[in-house]
């Protein structure tokens, strides 16, 4: 049997690759996205276009075909609040009635010793989805891919000289290439698995040595300009002021978040092999 897959968010970094992964293993893909302007955004991996209505729900009647799995991978960034109102409402106007796989995206950084807007909104998620059963929360590493914030940084490196890292980028963070993350998921839902999975290599890799071998590899010589973090939440407007002039699309939110790496203590990755 066919499986028939929503993916929110589709039109993101994750929701374009899991789309196309799960197309290719032979799902039907429902994509949907928070606005009509946001449709031309979907990849051709997309079966079938949905958009919120203007209170955030997925009307039930839109849908062509009714989902058995739904995969959560949408984050706003503008309004962080909304993601919250936003899942809980599709996991319950959809994903309760008519799939029997809920997966939620969420973060190895959930730690509560996070204090970033993002790491708040995927901790208060997560306890929506402990609730739901047959539930699968996957909490995976920084995301390396042609996109996200790996891709940021590229675009940042290839344009500038000087690069400005928070702490000096020095404190070692959980990683998971893209293909790999896709493809774990796939596999876990294909196996009906439930829980929690923390996924991410094994081999920690810090942000310092991102953009070195970044630049490595675009054979371009770069000096790294530290950011103490305590600095920057003392100074949070003025930094806010400075990334934007510096075009560094890494908000105060990310800088908080990856304080946490400093003194965090990873839980065993699920990641095979």
């Known amino acids: 049997?066919?499986?028939?897959?929503?993916?929110?968010?589709?039109?993101?970094?994750?929701g374009k690759n899991l789309a196309e992964y799960f197309h290719k293993q032979g799902c039907y893909i429902i994509g949907s996205v928070s606005s009509e302007e946001k449709i031309s955004q979907l990849s051709e991996w997309i079966d079938e276009k949905i958009v919120y209505n203007i209170n955030g729900v997925l009307k039930l009647e839109n849908l062509g075909k009714s989902p058995d799995i739904v995969i959560f991978s949408a984050y706003d960034t503008k309004n962080p609040s909304l993601s919250i109102q936003h899942t809980i409402q599709v996991s319950k106007s959809?994903?309760?009635?008519?799939?029997?796989?809920?997966?939620?995206?969420?973060?190895?950084?959930?730690?509560?010793?996070?204090?970033?807007?993002?790491?708040?909104?995927?901790?208060?998620?997560?306890?929506?989805?402990?609730?739901?059963?047959?539930?699968?929360?996957?909490?995976?590493?920084?995301?390396?891919?042609?996109?996200?914030?790996?891709?940021?940084?590229?675009?940042?490196?290839?344009?500038?000289?000087?690069?400005?890292?928070?702490?000096?980028?020095i404190y070692g963070m959980a990683v998971i290439p893209i293909d790999i993350l896709c493809a774990e998921i796939f596999n876990l839902v294909k196996d009906e698995k439930s829980g929690i999975r923390n996924l991410y290599n094994s081999k920690l890799i810090s942000l310092r040595d991102i953009v070195l071998e970044i630049a490595y590899k675009l054979n371009k010589k770069v000096f790294i300009f530290t950011i103490p973090i305590r600095l920057v939440e003392l100074l949070n407007p003025i930094v806010n002021i400075i990334l934007k002039i510096l075009k560094l699309r890494i908000n105060f939110d990310s800088i908080i978040g990856y304080k946490l790496y400093k003194t965090m203590v990873l839980p065993k990755s699920d990641l095979p092999g």
């Open 1 to 14: 049997m066919r499986r028939i897959v929503l993916i929110t968010g589709a039109n993101g970094f994750l």
């Open 94 to 169: 959809i994903a309760v009635k008519y799939a029997s796989k809920q997966v939620f995206i969420s973060s190895v950084s959930v730690d509560t010793a996070n204090r970033s807007e993002y790491g708040k909104v995927k901790r208060e998620l997560e306890y929506h989805f402990y609730s739901i059963e047959n539930s699968l929360i996957i909490r995976p590493g920084l995301i390396l891919g042609h996109g996200g914030l790996y891709q940021n940084m590229l675009n940042y490196i290839t344009n500038h000289t000087i690069i400005p890292l928070p702490d000096g980028g």
